[in-house]
């Protein structure tokens, strides 16, 4: 008698074939105006993700929630609980091997700033991603 249910092989935010072929290219850039932050929404799961800060003056912060993030007391953690990563000068870039559906870019400083993204995707649609939160992010 056949098996009734079984596994079917298929991508998945845990299927480890998901990040192994190569990714879908996902450029964007844009500036990005003192005090404010960009939120990036990707179609499909990340294999990859590298930001360049392109402006000449200035920092850019990176994230995986909204700088405005707070604990359930209220507290703000995002910058305050320093989870973000700067890029402090023009062509400082990070590449980063993770899997995510949204990222933040903010702009702390006074003056304009500017990035370039590039992201790898995997065929994985990003409504199947979990959320990031916790210890690391926004906590």
């Known amino acids: 008698m056949a098996e009734r249910w079984h596994n079917k092989y298929g991508v998945g935010v845990n299927n480890v074939g998901s990040y192994q072929a190569a990714g879908q290219p996902f450029l964007t850039g844009s500036d990005l105006d003192p005090g404010h932050e960009h939120h ?12 360049m800060n392109t402006g000449s003056n200035g920092v850019v912060r990176i994230h995986f929630a909204p700088s405005g993030s707070t604990k359930s007391n209220g507290t703000a953690r995002v910058i ?6 700067p890029l ?15 990222i933040y870019l903010s702009n702390p400083e006074s003056t304009v700033g500017g990035y370039k993204l590039f992201a790898e995707l995997t065929g994985i649609d990003s409504e199947r991603m979990y959320l990031l939160t916790g210890s690391g992010i926004n906590d």
Do not use: C, Q
Not at 80 to 85: D, E, I, K, L, V
């Open 80 to 85: 305050s609980g320093h989870h973000f990563w």
């Open 88 to 102: 402090d000068s023009k062509e400082d870039a990070l590449t980063m091997n993770v899997k995510a559906s949204r």
């Open 40 to 51: 990036i929404e990707f179609p499909y799961v990340t294999r990859s993700i590298t930001v």
